[in-house]
């Protein structure tokens, strides 16, 4: 994995105000104040999460004209992971064989199944906004992949669409999967440890010592999101839905599947996220 960072000479950057928030990822005590004056120091990321801040999904009919009135109106949290996205989706002008637009729309739609999945959970403690975060993230390591080894990937590609498993593939290539990318990413843009945690452990979510939420709800999210998007029934994807991993987070099935659907059925605001 060293020497796939080290073909990569320039590791995408994130915005600073990005790297601000996450430096005070679990600081409370934040200000408003504090908060709006970091998003301010980048225009263009400023402007993009007041589209989002008007769009169906978040502002819910409310008129939200400032950085001020987004924080206000839609809480901390909320902005916190907006400008999150949006400095992850800015790092990554291209995405060579990749489509980028169907790559981040898949992300973000697992980042609202996450956010939703513990919103519904019954375990204490855990962040729904966080869910989201690592939600967004959780293909990144794919990006670097591609950008280090485009003439492998786009043969996994293929082998993944005809139904082979990805990190399968990943790991007898190369040794290492786009999980482990991800997290190595994360460590080196010094994100919390609780993201790296999630995208590590994304696809054996029982595995993390201690148990992660986070790491469980991408897990969930990611099925959900690949049952709906290939049209499977209720009743499929309800009969296969990984009990062992829903029983620690105590989510009522029925309920998370419909209000699921739901939210899939809503525009994606991904033309907001990419603009």
């Known amino acids: 994995m060293d020497q796939l960072f080290e073909k990569i000479h320039q590791l995408p950057n994130v915005p600073e105000v990005v790297m601000e928030l996450l430096e005070n990822f679990n600081n409370r005590n934040i200000s408003v104040d504090e908060v709006s004056s970091s998003i301010k120091k980048d225009p263009n990321l400023s402007l993009k999460v007041l589209r989002m801040a008007n769009s169906a999904r978040y502002g819910a009919g409310r008129n939200v004209a400032s950085i001020d009135d987004a924080v206000m109106l839609l809480g901390f949290d909320c902005v916190k992971t907006l400008v999150i996205a949006s400095g992850v989706t800015c790092a990554f002008k291209e995405l060579p064989g990749l489509d980028r637009r169907e790559f981040w729309r898949e992300s973000f739609m697992v980042a609202n199944i996450a956010k939703t999945i513990l919103r519904n959970s019954k375990l204490k403690g855990s962040l729904p906004e966080t869910a989201f975060t690592c939600g967004i993230l959780h293909n990144i390591g794919l990006t670097l992949m591609h950008i280090g080894e485009p003439e492998k990937m786009l043969r996994i590609d293929k082998l993944v669409e005809q139904g082979a498993i990805r990190s399968e593939l990943e790991q007898n290539q190369f040794g290492y999967d786009y999980t482990q990318v991800g997290a190595e990413l994360a460590r080196r843009w010094r994100f919390p440890e609780t993201i790296r945690t999630a995208l590590e452990y994304q696809n054996a979510p029982l595995s993390a010592e201690p148990f992660s939420p986070y790491a469980a709800s991408v897990h969930l999210a990611s099925y959900l999101y690949r049952c709906i998007a290939n049209g499977k029934t209720e009743e499929e994807a309800l009969s296969q839905f990984p009990a062992d ?5 105590s989510l009522d099935l029925l309920t998370l599947y419909e209000e699921i659907v739901e939210l ?4 994606d605001d ?6």
């Open 270 to 275: 991904i033309d907001a996220i990419l603009a």
């Open 264 to 267: 899939m059925r809503h525009d």
């Open 245 to 249: 991993v829903r029983k620690p987070l």
